[in-house]
């Protein structure tokens, strides 16, 4: 820092007065007057305080105050003429003034008064002498000092002037340093980064691979010679963000080590902020911060940037209001967004595009994707065994780039093996496997899990039955054979891979007259291609386009500026393998055709918001009514020809092309005619009708012998079947003649009764018309065994009901501790402790908290792994017991038995796991330490010995040592004894009626006034503690208790607390206390040698030998004392405290 050397001059003023006072300050320096009775003592004052002032002055400044030549003292003479109508003042008054002057510049001259304290500037030093007195004359006017002699006279005070140049080091902070101090931030201010976003320098992230190109372009932007915000520009999932996290990652080779990275969202920068103005303070202190602290900061999607802050009175959002400092450069932004968006914010604000300079992210090369999964594969595999086989990484690739063309390569690949990976690390632990562990048939059964599609679309090795996709859609679309057919063609072209590119899987228009099976047939499409997945209804989406008939209402479907989502575009990205269903798609706005050239054309949509919903793995369906209000073909009773069905044909299909747009029109892959109903097709519709009525509830879990007549058949026929409503007329017949009446009769039985329900047709005998000579008759009644008893729908064990009650129970109870806060923490701790193995892996180092974390991370797995098991055996349990009960034949019941020894075993095994999981909430859940403290030996007995048997029941090792208390003389142990911590009983005198003990611990010894040691207490090693506790311990003040093995802790640890014992000739209590440490680092409590010094103060339970029976007030249960044997009954009270604090875990 260099040092100047300042010139202050000083102007002293010594006024008149028995003590004088001196009255000084610093020329240039308003900031500084002293007043002092000693002159030295004020002249160090001011040269003081001017020091202290320098520190504050800018450089730009200090030049103002400093002058170049040095000022001159003289005096100025004034007269004053007396004040008009004073009747003291008669005469003129001379006046005198000090004053300093000093050359301004070549020409100019200065002249400062002191006592006036006015500066008097001429451009001509020539000129000053006559300024001097005309501005002396106003400042005495202005001051109202010539209206009385009074006033002169303090003006005249002053009796000697000094002027003095003090010459005083001075440190110039250079003008960089300066601006650096400036802009630091300040330790005591409330930082606004660190409250919406988060620190991403010096985290450890993955490597982006083969990305090195556009990292060094991204860097080379953000440190070039006019840095830039970028916006990183790429389809989802290409890899924006892990590209400018391997720039972080890189930061010190690519030049960016000086930066701080910080990462947040629009969503969080205005999270919280409520009130008028608060989001745009926020921004602004975000972006002081940002300039002072050299941050590059991560915004995430510039689309959302935009909108949030935006409401109906305040059209700017965070991005607009941030523009200006992003164009100017004052901070770094790095944002995202998709080619779709750019466009979206390029209309919306086209200054806010040119502030950040983009770059442009593209998918990797065809040629270098497997490279890059087989690294990715490999990162963080330590094995000598290869993970991932070369063919399971093709086959990720393979079908990935066909089926997921809805996320850009790398992300949904990489996540996919991510996730692979970790489902399968089991196998990598069975010492028996050889090879690659992932092979390509695991990557294929992944791939169709997740997506739903069938294995024999995925897996060229598995053949495709066209028979029996035949037979299958026949019997569940009836009586249309050519459009079947035309399904099963579809089939197979999918199946050779013959289907077109960035197109739908396929595109059909059902036509034909209603009623016929065109819904039906795009249910049992969807139900064909993905009813793996378990949830058919997701995976078809099913619009009404009914409910679009104006342009608005198609707007729905892509979004706008009342919607976030559109209805179409929201489904199809979050269930991109689907079915979709335009249902009677001619009753909406013909607009809707734009919007179907879009899909059909390029398999995608773009919403409002400009995501891109991708259709290529959807099968689109449209159906149409169109002619059928013309149609009128088909006579009651009989057959249709074959003419008839290309007349009704061809019918439908002119309506179609007369309606529907020729661009439309081509695009469809398959127009599927449906034709009309006939007599034949409508009764094998019956029948499918009366098989899925036999499926509902009502009669599927209600035993009920359900039997309908040939003549019920005809009869439904007859009055419910008319060829232009095809089959929904005979569905609604049935609904009315056949299940409403069926349901009023079996609302007179209880649901446990076995019902007998027969359907006929009856004559009415005398008729109103000749249509309505027949009728259905409904005949239900309740089943009886031989001796007239009415049976039960649960057979003959009436407790078979109970115990499926109790196997729902316990499925309830499993599914509660699945969503209780134990569970989620469990979750939560095994998601960090997996991300800290990931970190590991890197790391050729096997530490001791490594080792410790993976030992953790197992055991949390095991148990979530055997809950799984557990709860899918209870439910497939639940669902066998439920179809057994209510099954028509009661020869199919299970067995009393068998579900009993299920429940039995469901039971302790989800005790079990609830055991398990307690301990898993413990640190040391295998040993527990305890000490008991007792007056009388009674009660301590009693209680050690049972303590002990408990144990050793559970299979545990119980390490046991007496207290024990003596006084000793002083002069009976050697000097040098006396320090020792071990003493050896030889060297002890023997105390009486004991045993020679090995060896002896002391524990606490403490020296009397009078020479005597005492208490000295000494804890024993119990060799044997059956031995020692049955036998005689008088004189014990207490026991330690070391017991180890599996659950002891969680068994022993509520004992801590007072045990009361009632004996027949008098009371006893023993207090326990839990959680303590080894007995080396041990310290018995203070007093325990003195009688009732130690009590726990809090009850835990009561032992009453004179009644039998121990009360256990913390569950409120009692248990008895058979035979005296305490260690029987404490064992089920303490079994029972256990489960109490384990059951408590299910919310």
């Not at 001159?72 to 003291?88: K, M, N, T």
């Not at 999918?494 to 228009?509: G, I, M, T, V, W």
């Amino acid at each position: 820092m260099p040092q100047i050397n300042v010139k202050i001059h000083v102007i002293t003023q010594i006024f008149e007065g028995g003590n004088k006072s001196c009255l000084s300050e610093a020329l240039f320096f308003p900031e500084v007057t002293c007043l002092d009775d000693d002159f030295d003592d004020v002249q160090n004052l001011v040269t003081e305080n001017v020091l202290s002032l320098l520190t504050t002055v800018p450089n730009s400044e200090l030049s103002h105050r400093l002058l170049a030549v040095p000022p001159e003292f003289f005096r100025v003479q004034l007269d004053v003429e007396p004040a008009e109508r004073s009747r003291s003042w008669k005469e003129s008054v001379t006046l005198e003034l000090p004053a300093i002057k000093w050359q301004q510049s070549s020409d100019a001259a200065v002249v400062y008064i002191p006592s006036l304290g006015i500066e008097i500037l001429a451009n001509k030093a020539e000129d000053l002498p006559r300024f001097i007195e005309d501005q002396i004359r106003l400042a005495l006017f202005r001051t109202k000092t010539t209206r009385s002699l009074k006033s002169l006279t303090l003006q005249a005070r002053c009796r000697e002037v000094k002027l003095n140049s003090v010459n005083v080091e001075h440190f110039v902070i250079p003008p960089k340093q300066q601006a650096q101090d400036e802009l630091k931030p300040d330790p005591n201010e409330d930082k606004v980064l660190t409250k919406v976003a988060d620190l991403i320098s010096g985290l450890s992230m993955n490597q982006a691979i083969e990305r090195d190109e556009v990292v060094s372009q991204l860097a080379d932007t953000l440190t070039g010679r006019i840095a830039r915000s970028v916006l990183l520009v790429g389809s989802s999932g290409v890899g924006k963000t892990a590209v400018f996290k391997e720039a972080v990652r890189r930061s010190t080779d690519l030049g960016l080590g000086l930066w701080k990275f910080w990462g947040t969202s629009g969503s969080r920068l205005v999270s919280g902020m409520t009130g008028f103005g608060m989001w745009q303070e926020r921004c602004e202190n975000l972006r002081k911060e940002m300039v002072k602290e050299n941050v590059i900061l991560h915004v995430g999607s510039l689309m959302e940037l935009m909108e949030v802050g935006r409401s109906e009175c305040q059209t700017q959002g965070i991005a607009s209001f941030l523009r200006p400092a992003i164009a100017r450069g004052e901070i770094l932004l790095v944002a995202e967004c998709t080619p779709e968006q750019l466009s979206l914010i390029e209309r919306q604000d086209v200054a806010l595009l040119r502030a950040f300079l983009q770059l442009r992210i593209d998918e990797p090369p065809q040629s270098s994707r497997i490279s890059i999964l087989t690294k990715i594969a490999r990162v963080g595999w330590t094995s000598t065994t290869e993970l991932f086989s070369a063919e399971a990484i093709a086959e990720i690739e393979r079908l990935h780039r066909r089926f997921a063309t809805y996320s850009a390569f790398p992300a949904r690949p990489v996540r996919f093996l991510q996730n692979l990976r970790r489902d399968v690390a089991a196998k990598t632990l069975q010492p028996e496997h050889s090879g690659p562990v992932i092979s390509e048939g695991d990557v294929t059964r992944a791939f169709s899990r997740e997506t739903g599609l069938p294995l024999w679309l995925l897996d060229d090795r598995i053949p495709l039955d066209l028979a029996k996709a035949d037979t299958w859609i026949s019997s569940r679309v009836i009586g249309q054979p050519e459009a079947v057919s035309l399904i099963v063609n579809l089939l197979a072209t999918l199946k050779a891979k013959l289907n077109r590119d960035h197109k739908p899987l396929a595109s059909f228009l059902f036509i034909g007259p209603t009623g016929v099976g065109k819904t039906e047939m795009a249910k049992t499409l969807a139900e064909y291609l993905f009813g793996s997945s378990g949830n058919n209804d997701s995976r078809l989406i099913r619009i009404d386009m009914s409910e679009y008939a104006d342009a608005f209402a198609v707007q729905r479907l892509i979004g706008g500026t009342t919607e976030a989502e559109g209805v179409l575009t929201a489904r199809v990205r979050e269930q991109p393998f689907a079915v979709v269903l335009l249902d009677e798609f001619e009753k909406a706005h013909h607009s809707l055709f734009d919007l179907l050239l879009q899909i059909l054309g390029e398999g995608r949509l773009t919403d409002a918001a400009g995501r891109v919903a991708d259709f290529r793995n959807c099968v689109v369906i449209m159906t149409s009514n169109l002619g059928a209000a013309t149609f009128a073909k088909g006579s009651v009773g009989f057959g249709l020809s074959d003419s008839d069905v290309r007349q009704s044909r061809d019918h439908f299909e002119k309506s179609v092309r007369e309606f529907v747009r020729p661009e439309l029109f081509n695009r469809i892959d398959r127009i599927v005619p449906f034709s009309p109903l006939d007599r034949s097709t409508a009764r094998r519709v019956v029948e499918r009708q009366l098989d899925l009525i036999r499926q509902r509830d009502g009669l599927k879990y209600r035993r009920v012998n359900f039997k309908v007549s040939e003549a019920v058949i005809d009869y439904l026929l007859e009055h419910g079947f008319e060829a232009r409503y095809g089959a929904r007329s005979l569905k609604r017949v049935m609904e009315k003649e056949l299940l409403a009446p069926l349901a009023q009769k079996f609302n007179r039985y209880a649901t446990d009764t076995v019902l007998s329900a027969e359907c006929g047709v009856e004559d009415r005998g005398e008729t109103v018309s000749p249509a309505e000579t027949a009728y259905l008759k409904h005949i239900v009644r309740a089943q009886a065994d031989s001796s007239g008893r009415v049976l039960s729908s649960i057979g003959a064990d009436a407790g078979q009901l109970e115990m499926v009650t109790q196997l729902q129970s316990l499925r309830s109870r499993l599914q509660r501790l699945k969503a209780s806060s134990v569970m989620l923490n469990l979750e939560n701790r095994l998601f960090q402790l997996e991300r800290t193995e990931r970190r590991w892996n890197n790391s050729a180092r096997q530490s001791t908290s490594m080792l410790l974390a993976r030992h953790e991370l197992n055991q949390r797995r095991d148990w979530l792994m055997k809950y799984d098991q557990f709860l899918a055996e209870i439910v497939g349990h639940e669902d066998a017991a439920l179809m057994a009960l209510y099954a028509e034949d009661a020869q199919q019941l299970m067995s009393s038995a068998d579900m009993r020894k299920l429940i039995l075993k469901g039971k302790e095994q989800f005790s079990e796991r609830l055991l398990d999981l307690l301990d898993l909430q413990t640190e040391k859940p295998d040993e527990i330490r305890l000490l008991l403290v007792a007056d009388d030996s009674s009660a301590l007995q009693q209680l050690a010995f049972a303590y002990w048997s408990i144990a050793n029941e559970m299979d545990a090792v119980t390490n046991a040592w007496a207290f024990l208390s003596t006084g000793i003389k002083r002069e009976s142990l050697p000097e040098d004894l006396w320090n020792l911590e071990t003493l050896k009983w030889d060297q002890l005198p023997q105390i009486p009626g004991r045993e020679q003990p090995e060896t002896w611990q002391l524990v606490v010894k403490q020296a009397a006034p009078d020479g005597t040691l005492k208490p000295i207490l000494l804890s024993q090693r119990v060799a044997d503690p059956k031995t020692f506790f049955n036998g005689d311990i008088e004189g014990v003040l207490g026991c330690f208790l070391e017991i180890l093995g599996p659950r002891t802790y969680q068994r022993f640890v509520r004992e801590e607390g007072l045990h009361r014992f009632r004996f027949t000739e008098n009371n006893q209590e023993c207090s326990v206390f839990t959680d303590l440490v080894a007995l080396d680092r041990y310290l018995p409590p203070q007093g325990i040698d003195r009688r009732g010094s130690v009590t726990h103060p809090t009850k835990c339970r009561d032992y009453d030998y004179a009644r039998m029976r121990i009360a256990d007030p913390a569950i409120d249960e009692t248990a008895t004392l058979s035979d005296g044997n305490l260690s029987r009954s404490l064992s089920s009270l303490l079994l029972r405290r256990h489960m109490i604090a384990a059951e408590a875990m299910i919310e």
